[in-house]
């Protein structure tokens, strides 16, 4: 086993979404953090250079000593290398000599060995090599064994039963037979055809017709061999073993109808189509398993049990080894830290991987972002909280690195108190016009700031100013707070760029802000932010300005009734509005969401008053109400801030626990879905009336809309997990409503 793969997996221990929560004094919840089952795919993708261009895969096994195989139409292959991130390949077999000489048609599983069956005999390398019954088909497609060295075999007309090299039956089937399972209960083997199900007793030699239909196209024993699952080429159905009959209604609602392959493992029933995996569970739906994200291709051949507890899927492409880990919330986090740390740091930003080759990480090179200050204040905000909970050094010299980039922001342009979005070395083409030549040697800054950037920095410096108790950072943290809000309040609060003008986004003053229809969210998302941080500045610096600033905005200019306005009032502007308002109500922006969860902890933690804290609250929750559906971690915890017993935290937990490991730029579709419930189109551009697993949807920031069904690309992008995952989860162990690593009793 590689070293990586030694690194995530670990036995599994249990199968399910285990969920633990201890009520706190105060009436919140705590979720008691023990081990929940992690997914994450190994992929082999085939040796080309070696196989060729049209060869094709039939079906994969893993024997009892952890080998796994693959049959395919160049012969017998086995996975080569391959770990988490970095896919190996399926290349030739070449362990064995005298069975690279066979002429091996068929390949199966029987007491957990290898069989196999050439033009003459079925055979096996295992029990000293013994086995060895012959038979007279000269391309068996199908080998299946019952209890006692008997195997029913057939090329899909012809069909066998051998036992000690004597052909104790056979048979001539006009529709081709597609699969043979043996029913260990019943001592029976069952036959698929495209049109009939077979049972054929060894015993005396009888067969028996079972069901007709059309359009089978697999099946499989399952819930102790009391129930058949026949897929067809339009969803399945369950026949009862016993009485032979139908049981229940055909099952159409399914991620894809197309059914290739249905098996049972470990309890749980495996689906493979033409469009990916999927498998039934606990709560009777679908865990749906597509694209390059999980697959080497959509086109599933085989799925089979692998080694320590994993699924191996067989794609048209190459080969999958789902990990089945046991980890913690807090073991994810570590993987994360180590996933930001190694691939993600830009001269202390938190960027993003792009221009990659297709899911190749040694091919990307460090973006460039509008949103490098924003991005990188919610990873520092991350490590702020991590440095308040654990104490730990690492997150201390993180957030050391990251508040210097983050610092540099302001000092690297000539304008007092004005942040850059960013700042990179002169020498390349940077595609944009918002970059100034800045006046150190080599150096260039990006222009034309805007307001989520201001929350952002706000929101993380004040954390640090709060929370980490290193004087130089808290000092240097609370100068950035006055140096950026000076510069807003003595603008006539705007942001103004270096050619004096203000910035587009970076507006707060009462003339832009209530020139906006009431229905438009900017209206109420810019109210809301600048009084989180003008507060925060008046928290930090103790400056009667700002405070005097936030009440006159608050009172004076309506900006307490902008910030209190319910959400069920943001729509789109009237038909007579100008054309802002109407671009920037088209429809619900979730840019704003973030703006705004950001800033609640600015706008509740350190409201002026007691009235206003209250008044906050309100606000808070009416946001959070609506924002529910969409089962956002973040959003859910930010709302425990405000000490509200009910705060969706199961849902939080489920977000962080279903987030995938594998945060490449993977092309995800589910629109063709026929088990999700679509909706009608909506201001808030809501889909379906549930929303998707993350570990389903492409990788997403939680600026963007959850309800999306397909995004992605074909995997040139890895994104950090620092503002993604680390930011809520940390928050979530500060706020206390998710806890340490909780040992298993």
């Known amino acids: ?46 040796d080309l250079q070696n196989l060729p261009a049209t060869v094709m895969l039939r079906n994969a096994f893993c024997d009892r000593n952890g080998i796994v195989q693959v049959l395919s ?24 000599r005298p069975m690279r000489d066979k002429n091996i048609n ?41 209890n006692n060295f008997g195997f029913l075999i057939t090329d899909g007309i012809n069909v066998q039963y051998i036992k000690d090299s004597i052909i104790a039956w056979k048979a001539d089937f006009s529709d081709s037979i597609l699969d043979i399972k043996y029913d260990q209960v019943q001592n029976q083997y069952w036959l698929l055809s495209s049109k009939q199900i077979v049972l054929f007793n060894p015993k005396d030699k009888a067969i028996q017709i079972v069901s007709e239909g059309n359009n089978f196209t697999c099946f499989a024993l399952a819930r102790k061999n009391s129930e058949l699952l026949v897929g067809t080429s339009n969803g399945y159905m369950i026949l009862d073993a016993n009485t032979k009959k139908q049981k229940g209604d055909f099952y159409r609602r399914l991620p894809s109808n197309s059914i290739s392959v249905i098996n049972e493992i470990e309890n749980q029933v495996w689906f493979g189509t033409t469009e990916g995996a999927f498998k039934l569970n606990a709560e009777g739906k679908y865990d749906y398993y597509a694209s390059k994200r999980w697959l080497p291709s959509n086109q599933v051949v085989s ?14 492409g190459g080969l999958t080894e789902l990990f089945l880990s046991s980890m913690t919330l807090h073991d994810k986090a570590m993987f994360y830290e180590k996933q930001v740390r190694e691939r993600h740091i830009r001269n202390g930003f938190s960027a993003t991987l792009v221009g990659m080759k297709p899911g190749d990480l040694s091919t990307g090179f460090f973006e460039n972002s509008d949103n490098d200050g924003l991005w990188t204040s919610m990873y520092l905000g991350a490590e702020a909280f991590r440095y308040a909970v654990t104490r730990s050094k690492e997150a201390l010299q993180n957030c050391r690195e990251s508040f210097e980039a983050m610092e540099r922001l302001y000092s690297i342009n000539q304008i007092p108190g004005f942040p850059s979005r960013s700042f990179e070395r002169t020498g390349y083409n940077k595609g944009d016009t918002p970059w100034r030549k800045a006046p150190e040697i080599d150096w260039d800054w990006k222009s034309t700031t805007s307001s989520d950037e201001a929350i952002g920095h706000i929101f993380a410096f004040g954390a640090i100013a709060e929370l980490v108790d290193d004087a130089d950072l808290k000092k240097r943290a609370i100068i950035l707070i006055d140096t950026l809000m000076q510069h807003i309040v003595e603008h006539g609060m705007y942001m103004i760029d270096w050619h004096g003008q203000p910035t587009l986004w970076g507006r707060w003053s009462p003339e832009y802000v209530n020139a906006f229809p009431l229905q438009v969210g900017d209206r109420k998302i810019t109210a809301s932010n600048i009084t989180a941080m003008l507060q925060t500045a008046y928290r930090f610096t103790g400056k009667k300005i700002y405070k005097e600033k936030a009440l006159e905005l608050l009172n004076k200019h309506g900006y307490l009734e902008n910030l209190m306005r319910p959400m069920s009032t943001i729509n789109r502007a009237p038909e007579q509005s100008d054309s802002l308002s109407k671009i920037l109500s088209s429809y619900w922006n979730h840019s704003d969401d973030e703006m705004y969860f950001l800033g609640y902890w ?15 609250k309100e606000s808070i929750l009416d946001h959070w109400e609506i924002e529910r559906p969409e089962k956002e971690g973040a959003w859910n915890i930010f709302t425990s801030l405000t000490g509200v017993p009910n705060f969706d935290l199961k849902e939080a937990i489920w977000y962080l626990q279903k987030y995938p490991l594998d945060m490449i730029s993977w092309r995800m579709v589910n629109s063709h879905r026929n088990d999700i ?12 009336k549930e929303v998707l697993p993350p570990s389903e949807l492409h990788i997403q920031r939680h600026n963007a809309n959850r309800f999306k069904l397909d995004g992605g690309d074909l995997g040139s992008e890895e994104f950090s997990s620092g503002d993604i995952w680390l930011l809520p989860y940390w928050i979530g162990r500060y706020l206390q409503v998710i806890s340490a690593p909780q040992p298993m009793k």
């Open 1 to 46: 086993m590689t070293k990586g793969r030694r690194c995530l997996r670990r036995r599994f221990l249990f199968f399910g979404l285990i969920l633990s929560f201890q009520i706190l004094v105060q009436g919140q919840s705590t979720y008691k953090d023990v081990p929940f089952v992690q997914e994450f795919s190994v992929k082999y993708e085939l």
């Open 73 to 96: 139409s160049s012969g017998l292959l086995r996975p080569r290398g391959g770990q988490f991130l970095f896919p190996g390949k399926l290349a030739l077999d070449l362990s064995s």
């Open 106 to 146: 068929a390949f199966g599983l029987y007491k957990d060995q290898f069989v196999y069956a050439d033009d003459k005999a079925v055979l096996s390398n295992a029990w000293a090599g013994k086995l060895y019954a012959k038979h007279s088909i000269p391309k068996v497609k199908i080998i299946s064994g019952d």
């Open 303 to 316: 799925i089979e049990k692998g080694n320590d507890h994993s699924i191996l899927i067989l794609t048209k």
């Open 602 to 616: 600015g706008l509740y933690r350190y409201a002026l008053n007691d009235t206003l804290k209250k008044k906050f």
């Open 677 to 688: 419930e679509p909706i009608p189109a909506n201001f808030r551009r809501q889909t379906t």
